[in-house]
């Protein structure tokens, strides 16, 4: 098992920044793939961005590609969203999500755990 708990959520205007942490517990982090998630209200939960085991391949929704950066530290077992330029359509609940396979991964089925979320509002 692998417990997911994220942070770092909050309220900020337009064209703000925000960091998201993925803190990971439970078996060996460096093992798993890892992937952002948000969902909106009455909106199906969307892929956001993905880092691979060793964090050296990255993939990005094209909503976010060169705003948001993902990053993963091992040895502090934690994974990272830096968000900036934030537009209200970003408001959403974050998830962070770890994935046994290899490579980068898209879906959320392909994600074997989850954390609770923690919500991103952007006002305008």
């Known amino acids: 098992q692998v417990q997911l708990v994220e942070s770092g959520g909050g309220l900020v205007q337009a064209g703000g920044s925000l960091r998201l942490s993925c803190s990971a517990s439970g078996r060996t982090f460096s093992n798993y793939g890892m992937g952002w998630f948000r969902q909106a209200p009455g909106k199906e939960r969307e892929f956001v961005a993905a880092?691979?085991?060793?964090?050296?391949?990255?993939d990005y929704a094209d909503s976010v590609k060169g705003r948001f950066t993902i990053s993963r530290d091992d040895a502090k077992n934690t994974m990272y969203l830096q968000m900036n330029s934030l537009k209200p359509e970003d408001t959403a609940v974050y998830y962070c999500?770890?994935?046994?396979?290899?490579?980068?991964?898209?879906?959320?089925?392909?994600?074997?755990?989850w954390g609770q979320g923690t919500q991103v509002t952007v006002s305008s």
């Open positions: 999500a770890a994935s046994s396979m290899s490579w980068v991964r898209r879906m959320d089925d392909e994600y074997n755990y």
């Open positions: 880092c691979s085991r060793s964090g050296g391949i990255t």
